[in-house]
């Protein structure tokens, strides 16, 4: 995330600020944060996500959402934008300051970049935790075939599993399969 040049933005600012601006921030303490430009590599591992997993919504009667679409967060006065969401049942919304939310997402996907992991595994995973229909959360690599999954056994307990290529793992909220190696496909990584 890079940080916009300005002195500190009130709520009511930021709320007026995203709904006319091009892409995607975020706002914390007073800040607002751009969701700045992917990676190739990124992009790849998004884009692979959406195909996998829109076909296999649908079949089971849920719904998927892409990165633009924001998610409330009950905790915060804002709102957070996450690479993916799925939601099973009637998806439910809100409106903060005109611009509609998801409320009540099953899956949460986000896929990482340098700058913002600890961010996701840390404090945005805490943000997260606090929607009560919020049930999975998957943490995608976009430097190596690495998935960090999490499924949540009770409100103060997540059970973490590690992902690596030749493996499966399975997504309850969709009840499927996720291949790693289809999920990378087409991703050549830098080599450092």
């Known amino acids: 995330m890079t940080a916009i040049p300005k002195s500190k933005m009130t709520l009511e600012e930021y709320f007026e600020f995203d709904k006319n601006a091009e892409g995607n921030f975020e706002y914390f303490n007073g800040e607002i944060f751009e969701m700045s430009g992917v990676s190739v590599e990124h992009a790849t591992i998004e884009m692979n996500l959406a195909e996998i997993i829109n076909p296999v919504a649908r079949k089971k009667g849920c719904r998927a959402f892409p990165a633009n679409l924001r998610i409330k967060v009950p905790i915060l006065p804002t709102y957070r934008y996450p690479d993916l969401s799925a939601v099973c049942g009637k998806a439910q919304f809100i409106e ?3 611009l509609q939310c998801l409320v009540n997402p099953g899956l949460i996907v986000k896929v990482l970049s340098d700058s913002t992991e600890k961010y996701d595994r840390g404090d945005k995973f805490r943000e997260y935790k606090s929607i009560e229909s919020f049930r999975e959360y998957l943490l995608i690599s976009s430097t190596g075939k690495n998935i960090t999954h999490y499924l949540k056994h009770n409100d103060r307990f997540w059970l973490q ?24 496909d087409g991703v050549e990584f830098q080599i450092s």
């Open 161 to 184: 599993s590690d992902y690596i290529s030749g493996e499966s793992l399975h997504i309850t909220t969709l009840d499927f399969d996720l291949n790693v190696d289809e999920l990378y």
């Open 96 to 98: 903060v300051s005109g």
